[in-house]
């Protein structure tokens, strides 16, 4: 099928701690609409049948919990499939953002999927019922091609975001289409946790996920194209990913991914959206990647001394690492019940350093969640104290085989390259209670060949 998503560069209130009036409030989300507006239009030219916007992209973010009310829609959560917001707009009142979506569905005959602030007025009685009287949730809408509301999504896990109610139980949400079966919905910081994400695939056997994000890069191990690959690597899924572009704040990373091959867009130098539309092929579900090939011998760890390991801070979380020294080696590094093995060949020596670093436990900074990561990244210079930078581009072309004892069945592969691209692995799986990841010479320079291990259990 074909699939658009756009990364939008949203126009944003310059004072969104500000009240202003409902009607403002339209006129700022009317500009961001009529964006949206020309690009369902060019992904309908180009044959797309579904196109995904991003997170916060009509009405933007660093909103107060009272200023983003004018902003908010009235949208029903168990209307779905019964109600047209473009044929029937009078049924509620303040739908004018969803009744725009829905026309612009229906008018381009394209599924669409969007991200939107809403209320629901709350009784009293409700012991959950917040003080003002109302819920306000993130919201994606996914609305059919002839404009009917056919599931909504009122995000779960909130990324600092004040403005917003957390559902009292997940929304599993998802909708059927003609030409691939069911999508699942999901947002932003969502994919990181089991509920809704994990549980919604694996509950419903779902190949294919639709992701608005709002995503705030980290390197090495959380850039958004990075992880997003993985996901889809993970889980055998393909994703549309559409997030906001904003590279002043570290926003951008964008794309089409099927386990095996992916197509995005990663630019923090210029401004402005970019449409991606591409044809993947529809997974079903007895579809099986490449990656499942039987892998080569996990070889057993050599005898040879380890050079010494040093501590350096990634991702706020305090690694143990050892240097990847020489043209060619076997290394080790453990914490706690995790032990990580390198097996390297460089192609040719740069004077670049490398390390192989190891974490297990409980990563505290902007969200708490539980970690078991095996990590070779490029050091940010040639001291190990800059081990754990943000890096975006190296020269080093590397032949590894990289394997965990990771406790937890829940790997997600990265495999990032010089300028942020993606590159994939040759072989990967479990082996012998241990998940391994091995690639003959990367596409271009190194950045990080990682196992991202969550345990979701002991978040």
Same mark, same amino acid.
């Given at each position: 099928?074909?699939? %658009?998503?756009?990364?939008?560069?949203?126009?944003?209130?310059?004072? =969104?701690?500000?009240?202003?009036?409902?009607?403002?409030?339209?006129?700022?989300?009317?500009? +961001?609409?009529?964006?949206?507006?020309? @690009?369902?239009?060019?992904?309908?030219?180009?044959?797309?049948?579904?196109? *995904?916007?991003?997170?916060?992209?009509?009405?933007?973010?660093?909103?107060?919990?009272?200023?983003?009310?004018?902003?908010?829609?009235?949208?029903?959560?168990?209307?779905?499939?019964?109600?047209?917001?473009?044929?029937?707009?009078?049924?509620?009142?303040?739908?004018?953002?969803?009744?725009?979506?829905?026309?612009?569905?229906?008018?381009?005959?394209?599924?669409?999927?969007?991200?939107?602030?809403?209320? @629901?007025?709350?009784?009293? %009685?409700?012991?959950?019922?917040?003080?003002?009287?109302?819920?306000?949730?993130?919201?994606?809408?996914?609305? $059919?091609?002839?404009? %009917?509301?056919?599931?909504?999504?009122?995000?779960?896990?909130?990324?600092?975001?004040?403005?917003?109610?957390?559902?009292?139980?997940?929304?599993?949400?998802?909708?059927?289409?003609?030409?691939?079966?069911?999508?699942?919905?999901?947002?932003?910081?969502?994919?990181?946790? !089991?509920?809704?994400?994990?549980?919604?695939?694996?509950?419903?056997?779902?190949? @294919?996920? *639709?992701?608005? #994000? $709002?995503?705030?890069?980290?390197?090495?191990?959380?850039?958004? *194209?990075?992880?997003?690959? %993985?996901?889809?690597?993970?889980?055998?899924?393909?994703?549309?990913?559409? +997030?906001?572009?904003?590279?002043?704040?570290?926003?951008?990373?964008?794309?089409?991914?099927?386990?095996?091959?992916?197509?995005?867009?990663?630019?923090?130098?210029?401004?402005?959206?970019?449409?991606?539309? $591409?044809?993947?092929?529809?997974?079903?579900?007895?579809?099986?990647?490449?990656?499942?090939?039987?892998?080569?011998? *996990?070889?057993?760890?050599?005898?040879?001394?380890?050079? =010494?390991? !040093?501590?350096?801070?990634?991702?706020?979380?305090?690694?143990?690492?050892?240097?990847?020294?020489?043209?060619?080696?076997?290394?080790?590094?453990? $914490?706690?019940?995790?032990?990580?093995?390198?097996?390297? @060949?460089?192609?040719?020596? #740069?004077?670049?350093?490398?390390?192989?670093?190891?974490?297990?436990?409980?990563?505290?900074?902007?969200?708490?969640?539980?970690?078991?990561?095996?990590?070779?990244?490029?050091?940010?210079?040639?001291?190990?104290?800059?081990?754990?930078?943000?890096? #975006?581009?190296?020269?080093?072309?590397?032949?590894?085989?990289?394997?965990?004892?990771?406790?937890?069945?829940?790997?997600?592969?990265?495999?990032?390259?010089?300028?942020?691209?993606?590159?994939?692995?040759?072989?990967?799986?479990?082996?012998?209670?241990?998940?391994?990841?091995?690639?003959?010479? #990367?596409?271009?320079?190194?950045?990080?060949?990682?196992?991202?291990?969550?345990?979701?259990?002991?978040?």
């Amino acid at each position: 099928y074909v699939a %658009a998503v756009y990364e939008h560069e949203s126009i944003l209130s310059p004072a =969104p701690a500000a009240r202003v009036e409902r009607r403002s409030a339209l006129e700022l989300m009317g500009r +961001n609409l009529d964006i949206y507006e020309q @690009q369902v239009l060019a992904a309908a030219r180009q044959g797309a049948q579904i196109i *995904v916007f991003p997170e916060d992209g009509i009405h933007g973010f660093n909103f107060t919990r009272s200023s983003i009310y004018p902003y908010l829609d009235f949208v029903p959560h168990s209307h779905s499939g019964k109600w047209n917001p473009c044929r029937e707009p009078y049924l509620f009142n303040d739908t004018e953002v969803v009744q725009r979506l829905s026309c612009m569905a229906l008018k381009n005959r394209i599924f669409l999927v969007a991200n939107l602030g809403t209320k @629901q007025p709350c009784e009293r %009685a409700d012991p959950g019922c917040p003080s003002d009287g109302r819920y306000q949730f993130n919201t994606n809408v996914a609305l $059919a091609a002839d404009g %009917a509301l056919l599931a909504t999504y009122r995000k779960h896990n909130l990324y600092f975001e004040g403005a917003f109610d957390t559902p009292a139980q997940p929304d599993h949400a998802f909708f059927d289409t003609p030409f691939a079966g069911k999508f699942g919905m999901f947002t932003c910081f969502d994919i990181l946790f !089991f509920e809704p994400a994990v549980n919604l695939i694996r509950q419903y056997n779902l190949k @294919q996920i *639709v992701y608005p #994000t $709002a995503w705030m890069n980290q390197l090495p191990l959380l850039s958004a *194209v990075e992880f997003q690959q %993985a996901f889809a690597t993970a889980f055998n899924v393909n994703i549309l990913a559409a +997030n906001i572009h904003h590279p002043t704040l570290g926003m951008t990373g964008s794309g089409i991914y099927t386990p095996v091959k992916s197509f995005i867009y990663h630019n923090m130098e210029s401004y402005g959206g970019k449409l991606i539309v $591409a044809e993947i092929p529809v997974i079903t579900a007895d579809y099986k990647t490449s990656l499942e090939k039987t892998p080569g011998r *996990v070889s057993e760890k050599g005898k040879e001394q380890s050079p =010494p390991s !040093f501590y350096a801070e990634m991702m706020y979380d305090n690694f143990t690492f050892v240097p990847v020294w020489g043209e060619k080696g076997e290394l080790q590094v453990c $914490a706690n019940t995790l032990c990580c093995y390198l097996n390297y @060949q460089r192609a040719v020596l #740069t004077d670049e350093l490398y390390a192989l670093g190891v974490f297990d436990g409980l990563h505290t900074v902007h969200g708490t969640y539980y970690v078991q990561a095996c990590a070779l990244v490029k050091c940010g210079g040639l001291s190990f104290s800059t081990c754990g930078q943000e890096v #975006t581009d190296a020269t080093a072309l590397i032949d590894f085989q990289l394997w965990g004892n990771m406790s937890t069945p829940y790997i997600f592969p990265l495999l990032l390259t010089s300028g942020i691209t993606l590159d994939f692995a040759d072989h990967m799986g479990w082996k012998n209670n241990h998940y391994f990841l091995s690639k003959n010479r #990367t596409s271009s320079g190194l950045l990080t060949a990682a196992l991202y291990g969550r345990w979701y259990e002991k978040d």
